[in-house]
């Protein structure tokens, strides 16, 4: 019997014998698949998360922490953790991603960033794994394990291992001394839906106790849709505004904020770069080959702006062939 057989027995255990069919709702980057339950009077959503690769159990913890706190997140219907099924409510399949425009955008941001406020209102220390300087640098290794080695096909010279090695080190001070908070890991336009109480927000298993800029640059310097500048920094002092008034533990001063805002950019965007390139040459997925140069325009855009991510960009440079531009620095 494969996986869907298998879900489907389970399912009709759990429905009690009512007719039910299955379509595809979602993939995402990992072995997780979604189907959409369809009954004669509504659907659900069925996850099948196979182990060894998959864990359900985060997925329930951190549910039921968000449901806690007020947020509009899947309500787990039905579980059976050791094979890896849960039964969710229906969010509908109406992306951020798939509506977004210049017309709606502030609408629609304005209540991710309240929603982003309540999440983190809710943060206790010692509920969740603990964003520390391990993970941290274990996301920006695939880096330079996925994206220069396998991607670039690039071989770095020592002074470059140290250029890349001191640039993780500055990067993981500045994130290690921010404040802490909830973070969801990938709170974008692909994980967050439109809906009655918005925004349905998904994909949080991976959540964890960090830094409280993180989900802001997830959302703002998104890797699959573009803003200006200059509105990434109203929606970012929105944002500072709205948590300071709110007792969150920003910084007093704005460019304090944005340099721990940027600088946390710098590792996420790190960060995806490995993993895209990881989806491609590992797991076949050419559907983020697209995304890359978003992401890596963000990268050079800080290490263009901070006199100590300098040296950084001068090494992007080389490795791709790029000539270095004089720019500002901060």
């Known amino acids: 019997m494969d996986r869907k057989q298998q879900l489907e027995a389970w399912l009709q255990q759990v429905l009690g014998n009512a007719t039910f069919h299955l379509t595809t709702a979602s993939a995402d980057a990992s072995f997780r698949r979604y189907f959409r339950v369809h009954t004669a009077n509504q659907t659900m959503i069925a996850m099948d998360a196979p182990p060894p690769q998959e864990d359900c159990r985060p997925f329930v913890h951190v549910a039921e922490l968000l449901l806690t706190a007020g947020l509009n997140v899947p309500k787990v219907i039905a579980q059976e953790l050791d094979i890896g099924f849960l039964l969710l409510s229906d969010l509908g399949d109406t992306t951020y991603l798939s509506v977004i425009d210049a017309d709606n955008a502030p609408r629609l941001y304005g209540d991710a960033t309240q929603a982003l406020i309540q999440m983190q209102l809710a943060s206790q220390p010692n509920i969740l794994p603990p964003y520390d300087e391990a993970l941290l640098m274990r996301e920006m290794q695939l880096f330079p394990d996925w994206y220069l080695t396998k991607h670039l096909n690039a071989t770095l010279e020592d002074k470059q291992q140290k250029v890349l090695q001191h640039t993780f080190a500055l990067l993981n001070q500045n994130i290690l001394a921010q404040a802490k908070v909830i973070v969801h890991r990938d709170y974008h336009s692909r994980n967050l839906m439109v809906c ?19 989900d802001l640059v997830s959302l703002l310097k998104d890797a699959y849709i573009m803003w200006d500048e200059e509105q990434i920094i109203d929606w970012a002092a929105r944002y500072w505004q709205t948590a300071k008034k709110a007792g969150l533990p920003v910084p007093p001063d704005f460019g304090d904020f944005y340099r721990d805002f940027e600088w946390m950019g ?16 590992r797991d076949g997925k050419d559907g983020y080959l697209k995304d890359m140069p978003l992401v890596m325009a963000y990268l050079r855009k800080v290490c263009g702006r901070y006199i100590e991510l300098k040296p950084m960009l001068r090494m992007l440079n080389a490795l791709e062939g790029l000539e270095d531009k004089a720019g500002y620095t901060f």
């Open 196 to 214: 009655e109480v918005n925004p349905g927000i998904l994909d949080f298993q991976d959540a964890v106790y960090g830094p409280i800029t993180y």
């Open 266 to 281: 710098a590792q996420r965007h790190i960060k995806v770069l490995g993993i895209f390139a990881r989806l491609y040459h």
